[in-house]
Protein backbone atom coordinates (compact mmCIF):
# COMPACT_ATOMS: atom_id res chain seq x y z
CA UNK A 1 0.00 0.00 0.00
CA UNK A 2 1.30 3.56 -0.78
CA UNK A 3 1.62 6.43 1.27
CA UNK A 4 1.72 10.31 1.23
CA UNK A 5 4.81 12.28 2.35
CA UNK A 6 3.46 14.67 4.82
CA UNK A 7 6.07 17.25 5.83
CA UNK A 8 6.30 17.56 9.70
CA UNK A 9 4.06 14.35 10.66
CA UNK A 10 6.64 12.57 12.36
CA UNK A 11 7.10 15.57 14.50
CA UNK A 12 3.82 15.50 15.85
CA UNK A 13 3.11 12.53 18.33
CA UNK A 14 0.15 10.83 17.22
CA UNK A 15 -2.09 8.23 20.33
CA UNK A 16 -1.20 4.51 19.72
CA UNK A 17 -3.93 2.49 19.18
CA UNK A 18 -4.22 -0.58 20.95
CA UNK A 19 -1.89 -0.21 23.41
CA UNK A 20 0.85 -1.43 21.26
CA UNK A 21 4.58 0.71 20.83
CA UNK A 22 3.83 1.90 17.46
CA UNK A 23 2.71 5.12 17.75
CA UNK A 24 -0.28 5.84 14.73
CA UNK A 25 1.14 6.99 11.51
CA UNK A 26 4.18 5.31 12.27
CA UNK A 27 3.56 2.66 9.04
CA UNK A 28 1.89 3.40 5.86
CA UNK A 29 -0.84 1.25 6.05
CA UNK A 30 -3.47 1.08 9.21
CA UNK A 31 -2.68 -2.21 10.23
CA UNK A 32 0.44 -3.76 12.36
CA UNK A 33 1.96 -7.09 11.41
CA UNK A 34 0.57 -8.71 14.90
CA UNK A 35 -3.68 -7.48 12.84
CA UNK A 36 -2.42 -9.34 10.33
CA UNK A 37 -1.13 -12.93 12.21
CA UNK A 38 -4.21 -13.00 14.67
CA UNK A 39 -6.59 -12.66 11.22
CA UNK A 40 -3.97 -15.43 9.51
CA UNK A 41 -4.63 -17.69 12.64
CA UNK A 42 -8.21 -16.97 12.55
CA UNK A 43 -8.94 -17.54 8.95
CA UNK A 44 -6.58 -20.52 9.26
CA UNK A 45 -8.75 -21.92 12.13
CA UNK A 46 -11.76 -21.71 9.78
CA UNK A 47 -9.75 -23.65 7.04
CA UNK A 48 -8.88 -26.48 9.11
CA UNK A 49 -12.61 -26.30 9.80
CA UNK A 50 -13.62 -26.64 6.54
CA UNK A 51 -11.04 -29.22 5.97
CA UNK A 52 -12.15 -31.56 8.54
CA UNK A 53 -16.01 -30.80 7.48
CA UNK A 54 -14.89 -32.20 4.13
CA UNK A 55 -13.44 -35.35 5.69
CA UNK A 56 -15.91 -36.07 7.81
CA UNK A 57 -19.10 -35.18 5.32
CA UNK A 58 -17.60 -37.20 2.68
CA UNK A 59 -17.32 -40.50 4.55
CA UNK A 60 -21.28 -40.59 5.02
CA UNK A 61 -24.29 -41.38 3.07
CA UNK A 62 -27.00 -40.78 5.50
CA UNK A 63 -28.19 -36.85 5.69
CA UNK A 64 -29.14 -36.48 9.56
CA UNK A 65 -24.85 -37.37 9.89
CA UNK A 66 -23.97 -34.79 7.26
CA UNK A 67 -25.83 -31.87 8.59
CA UNK A 68 -24.18 -32.29 11.57
CA UNK A 69 -20.94 -31.59 9.53
CA UNK A 70 -22.52 -28.92 7.47
CA UNK A 71 -23.18 -26.81 10.69
CA UNK A 72 -19.07 -27.21 11.65
CA UNK A 73 -18.60 -25.93 8.01
CA UNK A 74 -20.80 -23.02 8.49
CA UNK A 75 -19.17 -22.51 11.91
CA UNK A 76 -15.70 -22.20 10.48
CA UNK A 77 -16.69 -19.77 7.27
CA UNK A 78 -18.48 -17.58 9.58
CA UNK A 79 -15.45 -17.23 12.21
CA UNK A 80 -13.24 -16.88 9.12
CA UNK A 81 -15.78 -14.11 8.06
CA UNK A 82 -16.07 -12.08 10.95
CA UNK A 83 -12.07 -12.11 11.40
CA UNK A 84 -11.58 -10.52 7.99
CA UNK A 85 -14.71 -8.14 8.72
CA UNK A 86 -13.17 -7.50 11.93
CA UNK A 87 -9.45 -6.38 10.28
CA UNK A 88 -11.15 -4.89 7.66
CA UNK A 89 -13.37 -2.49 10.35
CA UNK A 90 -10.19 -1.89 12.59
CA UNK A 91 -8.36 -0.29 9.37
CA UNK A 92 -11.09 1.61 8.36
CA UNK A 93 -10.95 2.75 12.14
CA UNK A 94 -7.85 3.64 12.25
CA UNK A 95 -7.92 5.54 8.87
CA UNK A 96 -10.95 7.75 10.07
CA UNK A 97 -8.52 8.79 13.49
CA UNK A 98 -5.67 10.05 10.93
CA UNK A 99 -8.27 11.51 8.85
CA UNK A 100 -9.84 13.17 11.55
CA UNK A 101 -5.85 14.71 12.71
CA UNK A 102 -4.98 15.90 9.69
CA UNK A 103 -8.37 17.56 9.11
CA UNK A 104 -7.60 19.07 12.93
CA UNK A 105 -3.91 20.50 11.86
CA UNK A 106 -5.59 21.87 8.47
CA UNK A 107 -7.55 23.91 10.50
CA UNK A 108 -4.69 24.87 12.63
CA UNK A 109 -2.46 26.45 9.85
CA UNK A 110 -2.61 29.93 9.54
CA UNK A 111 -4.60 31.39 6.74
CA UNK A 112 -2.34 33.26 3.92
CA UNK A 113 -1.63 36.53 4.66
CA UNK A 114 -4.07 39.18 3.32
CA UNK A 115 -1.25 40.87 1.83
CA UNK A 116 0.20 38.08 -0.44
CA UNK A 117 -3.42 37.13 -1.19
CA UNK A 118 -3.75 40.69 -2.82
CA UNK A 119 -0.45 40.71 -4.34
CA UNK A 120 -0.94 37.51 -6.20
CA UNK A 121 -4.24 36.68 -6.47
CA UNK A 122 -6.03 38.32 -9.66
CA UNK A 123 -9.81 39.91 -9.12
CA UNK A 124 -12.97 38.84 -9.96
CA UNK A 125 -14.43 34.83 -9.93
CA UNK A 126 -10.95 33.00 -9.97
CA UNK A 127 -10.13 29.97 -8.65
CA UNK A 128 -6.73 28.64 -7.77
CA UNK A 129 -5.80 25.52 -8.82
CA UNK A 130 -2.24 23.61 -8.74
CA UNK A 131 -0.02 21.10 -10.04
CA UNK A 132 -1.23 17.76 -9.42
CA UNK A 133 -4.42 18.57 -7.57
CA UNK A 134 -7.99 17.66 -8.58
CA UNK A 135 -9.97 20.31 -6.89
CA UNK A 136 -9.88 23.90 -7.19
CA UNK A 137 -9.56 26.56 -4.42
CA UNK A 138 -10.81 29.96 -2.86
CA UNK A 139 -7.64 32.42 -2.64
CA UNK A 140 -7.49 32.27 1.34
CA UNK A 141 -7.58 28.06 1.39
CA UNK A 142 -4.91 26.74 3.01
CA UNK A 143 -3.84 24.04 0.96
CA UNK A 144 -3.01 26.66 -2.09
CA UNK A 145 -0.17 28.43 0.44
CA UNK A 146 3.61 27.76 -0.83
CA UNK A 147 2.35 26.24 -3.96
CA UNK A 148 2.71 27.07 -7.71
CA UNK A 149 -0.87 28.54 -8.06
CA UNK A 150 -2.43 29.04 -11.83
CA UNK A 151 -5.88 31.09 -11.48
CA UNK A 152 -8.75 30.12 -13.85
CA UNK A 153 -12.20 31.90 -14.40
CA UNK A 154 -14.97 29.76 -14.16
CA UNK A 155 -15.68 29.80 -17.37
CA UNK A 156 -12.30 27.76 -17.98
CA UNK A 157 -12.64 25.89 -15.01
CA UNK A 158 -16.22 24.88 -15.85
CA UNK A 159 -14.48 22.37 -18.40
CA UNK A 160 -11.70 20.95 -16.39
CA UNK A 161 -11.85 17.80 -14.38
CA UNK A 162 -12.07 19.37 -11.32
CA UNK A 163 -14.33 19.67 -7.87
CA UNK A 164 -14.45 22.30 -5.36
CA UNK A 165 -12.50 22.13 -2.59
CA UNK A 166 -14.03 20.96 0.75
CA UNK A 167 -12.03 23.01 3.24
CA UNK A 168 -13.05 26.44 1.61
CA UNK A 169 -15.37 25.60 0.28
CA UNK A 170 -15.18 26.75 -2.89
CA UNK A 171 -18.79 27.26 -4.73
CA UNK A 172 -19.53 24.39 -7.71
CA UNK A 173 -18.85 25.74 -11.08
CA UNK A 174 -21.43 25.46 -13.77
CA UNK A 175 -21.38 26.52 -17.59
Same mark, same amino acid.
Given at each position: ? =?????????????????????????????????? =??????????????????????????????????????? =????? #??????????????????????????????????? #??????????????? =???????????????????????? #??????????????????????
Amino acid at each position: M =ASLAVPGARAVRRRAIGGTGTALGETPEPWRRRD =AAVVGLVVGLGVVGLIITWIGISGTARLTPQARWLGLGI =ASLLL #AGFAMVGWLVLGLTRVAILRREVVRRLDRTEPVAE #AAVTAEVPTGDRFGI =ATGMRRYHLAHCPLLAGKDVRWLD #AKTLAFADTEPCGICAAPVVEL
